[in-house]
């Protein structure tokens, strides 16, 4: 049950990003994990909904290099968790271009900055399972 | 649609407003009010005889109110349902839903940008969003990208494939005297030009352009008493399944998959019944997955499909005869241009670029990031 009055959603997410966590919710009463955080589970719309904290690993689904002026190509991704869920992240560590399908990627957190919360993303995980 | 009946309503006026660069300071209605008097001249219809205004824009956040407002009428009915590119498409079995119960006789459908004039980020500012917004993507190009890079690894389509999109587009648009592009274009071109979000080159991706549009509808009797031979809308489809590209699940697979088989349903035709199509390419993947997911041929075969000049002007298939968002026109939210071109057609009025015996033709919207996907098909009067 999330009261909205005490906390958000995205509040708990972020607590967790400041803990070096990733977080995601499971639905008790689907028997399924989802993302982006809710105050309701989709499909069924049951507030039975527990906050996990993931293991971080997960699988380039798709990916993309964006080139803005000035700057080297910057990776987007859209990663599938081990757990079940997906996510748009950016893959680092490597050129943008060399970010794969089908990769093994690890969670990280960036900090963000005066401006940005901190957010998620990954670095190549080799052939971790 | 059940309740909907093929043939119920027909479109009777039909036109562009000025397109491209528009003079400083017009506004967004400006170009939909000078559009609506277009179509109206083009039925024989005035702006009295209207009933029911559909409208959405990006620059304009309430638009049925701002264009009755402009032009001082009072509709019956209005609606402005706003789900991107697509929203006029949805407003067409609106529209439909309306005349059969009786509650509006002529409805029209209206849109305005001046996003060239302004900027697209000035015209279209999108919505934070935290789980997304800190990776920077270009939205919504890099969404679209995302869907070609999964489409090339999943069905081995190729960046060659999809400048064969573009460069068709190109092909017709040089027989169409209103598109902004007037020069030919080639496979290297579109391979090697500005890389914006890969694989799409600045190629790859639609015009910014201003603009707009409006068509006029009214019941199938009182279309038999206008000017012109009407069009009518044999099936529509519709559907929307999420907001943000994170929320797709299966980048390969379009709504256009639900929203095409609602049209042809209530249509009662299949896909090889139809002469041209008019599909939404705000990016070349896009062709590729409606014509998939319409049932032109099957999951994965897009690429190769379009390959070898198979869309462009004496191809197998005639698509986006007006040169598409791609080379003719795209002034934000196309859709309602999409369908223009579509009704054209089967009017038998688009001249060098007309395709014969154009008893149906198919207009497909898309909305957002791949969210919302409608259809409407339309056809001639041996077509009931």
Partial sequence: MTDLTKQSPLGVYVEHLNKGELAYQFSKDDNKAFFYPRAIAPESGSENIEWRVSKGLGTVYTTTAVYYKGEQPLNVAMIDMDEGYRLMSRVEGIDALQVKIGMRVRFKVHPGDDKTLPYPVFTPAGDAK | MSGLKKGSIAVVGAAESDLGLVAPHTSPVDLMAQATMRALDDCGLKLKDVDALFVAATQVRMGPMSLAEYLRIKPKVFDGTQIGGSSFMTHVAHAQMAIQLGLCEVAVIAYGSTQRSVSRAAASPREFNPYESPYRPILPISAYAMAAARHMHQYGTTREQLAEVAVAARKWALLNPKAWEKEPLTIDQVLNARMVSYPFTVRDCCLVVDGGGAIVLTSAARARTLKKKPVYVLGVGETLSHANISSLPDFTVTGASVSGPQAFKMAGIQPKDVTMLSLYDAFTINPIL??????????????????????????KLAV?????????????????????????QVRGECGERQVKNCDVSLAHGNGGVLSSQCTVIFGSENTL
């Fill in chain 2, 290 to 315: 409606f014509l998939e997911d319409l049932g032109f041929c099957p999951k994965g075969e897009g690429g190769r499909f379009v390959a070898d000049g198979a869309i462009a002007p004496g191809g």
């Fill in chain 2, 320 to 344: 986006n005869t007006s040169g598409g968002g791609l080379s003719y026109c795209h002034p934000g939210m196309y859709g309602l241009l999409v369908m223009i071109e579509a009704i054209r």
